[in-house]
């Protein structure tokens, strides 16, 4: 289909929402309408001041309301539309009472959503598939209604009404000041309401390719790779300095085999973890995974393909790698293929680590001792070099930390699915308090480094602001604790643990460099 053609089963359901048709926003309207036929879709026009209905919720619920017959048509043209339009003027900083009557009563539980009994706080949205725009005129400047009032009416339309019932993407346009405006004025708004009726498909198609690299960039969680980096290059510039060679090359391609590891265990752990993912209703931004394909937002095709093929990648990465390390054996290569196998195991089968008890270890060793080991042999080829070793350790019980205290959200939807995180095997409790053994452990060998000459120079200081971060996250957990350990979300803590495991990685890093 070429570029602005129309799909020939786009339907458009124009609702007008002021209470007179003879408004600028009856006229936005009719200019939308127009314009959306001239495109080729075929469209259908709602005016709510044409129908009878009572405004309020009566009942319990709107589902227990007797439907005016206007209302069921509404309701009829609603399940129709592919996308829908909305035309009202903002009032107070929002919807007219007209429009706001009208969605209590349509946007009824059984038409629009519909609540899960089972599990408080959760629903099925009934109008997913269709997109929405919204037209509003006002006399506050569009600035102003933006930067100072943060769009109230816009957010309660886009967000907590539309979103809810899964109509996505919602476009706003807003039209003013209108007070004052001038015949020219309005006629430059009836035109761009036209013509962004005349490029909705086009407009529909760009919003569908940001939505999947949106969630592709969600899916990815790009936000925990740094630190696998970090780790790294630590292991390359230790052996650096050790032996006196480095090959950047080399550096490239170990970190590129890693770097292709870690995204594909995060795809791995994305689409085992489906059924968890699926019950967790604490998920943050630390805990719980994207949620991507439990919400839709990618199909498990799209996702089981690009795994595919980073599988593919990741083998010729290696191949490439082994072929430009020196000497016929190139064991070091078995290094990171084994890091690969061992971060991958944790919830892809047939190891699936998480699920036999071992998750939190599978993690801590891979995204401390390992990668480092990686980096460093890569560059040197020396198996045992005690120092990269040692500047694994305080990384690897913070890290530790952070992946038990990551699970203690996740402990209820993690339990009914039989994985064996330690916040299963010892309840949210007993893992805060292991966790803060970790944390204290981690500490506690990075002042020792320090002092033994490790942490060496100005930077080893640092050590001793990572025991204050640690004492702060101690008391945060212990406060988690005096608060009954519920299974719910603690994303302070959890940003608190993993910017603690940072100082782990930054100060060595500092010291190399």
């Excluded at 405004?55 to 509404?74: G, H, K």
């Excluded at 170990?254 to 594909?264: I, K, M, Q, S, T």
């Excluded at 053994?437 to 080893?460: D, E, K, M, Q, R």
Aim: proline content about 6%; charged content about 15%.
């Amino acid at each position: 289909m070429a570029e602005g053609q129309a799909r020939p089963d786009l339907k458009v359901l124009v609702v007008l929402g002021h209470p007179r048709r003879d408004s600028l926003c009856g006229a936005l309207a009719a200019s939308y309408a127009e314009g959306a036929r001239a495109a080729g879709l075929t469209v259908q026009r709602l005016d709510l001041a044409d129908l009878t209905f009572d405004l309020s919720v009566r009942t319990p619920s709107p589902r227990d309301q007797v439907l005016e017959p206007d209302l069921r048509r509404a309701q009829a043209l609603v399940h129709w539309a592919d996308h829908l339009v909305f035309v009202y003027p903002a009032w107070w900083g929002t919807l007219p009472a007209l429009l706001k009557g009208f969605l209590d009563r349509v946007l009824a539980p059984g038409f629009a959503f519909e609540l899960d009994e089972g599990t408080p706080g959760t629903w099925r949205k009934l109008l997913a598939g269709r997109s929405a725009e919204l037209l509003v005129t006002m006399d506050t400047p569009a600035w102003v209604y933006r930067w100072i009032y943060r769009q109230p009416g816009h957010q309660a339309m886009r967000r907590a009404t539309l979103a809810f019932c899964g109509v996505a993407p919602t476009f706003a346009a807003t039209f003013g000041p209108v007070a004052g405006s001038t015949p020219l004025a309005r006629q430059r708004w009836l035109a761009a309401a036209r013509g962004a009726a005349v490029r909705l498909p086009v407009r529909l198609r760009r919003s569908r390719w940001r939505g999947r690299a949106v969630a592709w960039l969600r899916i990815l969680r790009l936000q925990f790779y740094p630190m696998t980096w970090v780790a790294y290059t630590v292991g390359a510039l230790e052996a650096w300095r050790r032996s006196g060679a480095f090959s950047l090359r080399i550096y490239g391609l170990g970190y590129l085999c890693v770097f292709l590891a870690e995204v594909l265990t995060v795809l791995g752990n994305e689409w085992f973890d489906r059924d968890t993912d699926r019950l967790n209703r604490n998920a943050g931004p630390f805990n719980g995974g994207s949620r991507v394909l439990v919400d839709g937002g990618l199909g498990p095709g799209s996702v089981r393909r690009v795994m595919a093929g980073l599988a593919l990648l990741l083998a010729s990465a290696l191949s490439v790698l082994a072929w430009a390390l020196p000497g016929p054996a190139r064991p070091e290569v078995l290094v990171v293929v084994a890091l690969a196998v061992l971060a991958l195991g944790y919830t892809v089968p047939p190891l699936r680590l998480v699920y036999r008890g071992f998750g939190e270890l599978d993690v801590a060793l891979t995204h401390s001792f390992a990668v480092i080991l990686c980096g460093a042999l890569l560059q040197s080829g020396a198996w045992w070099d005690s120092r990269a070793w040692l500047l694994g350790v305080p990384l690897f019980f913070a890290t530790l930390a952070a992946i038990t205290l990551s699970a203690i959200p996740d402990h209820d939807a993690d339990k009914a699915v039989s994985k064996r995180t330690l916040a299963v095997l010892l309840g949210p409790r007993g893992a805060a308090r292991a966790a803060m053994g970790f944390i204290a452990a981690a500490a506690a060998s990075g002042v020792a480094w320090h002092w033994s000459g490790l942490y060496a120079g100005p930077g080893g200081y640092a050590a001793f602001l990572a025991l204050l971060h640690g004492a702060v996250l101690l008391r945060a957990v212990r406060g988690y604790l005096r608060r009954g350990a519920p299974c719910a979300r603690i994303d302070g803590i959890l940003a608190l643990a993993l910017t603690f495991l940072l100082w782990f990685g930054l100060i060595p890093l500092a010291r190399l460099l």
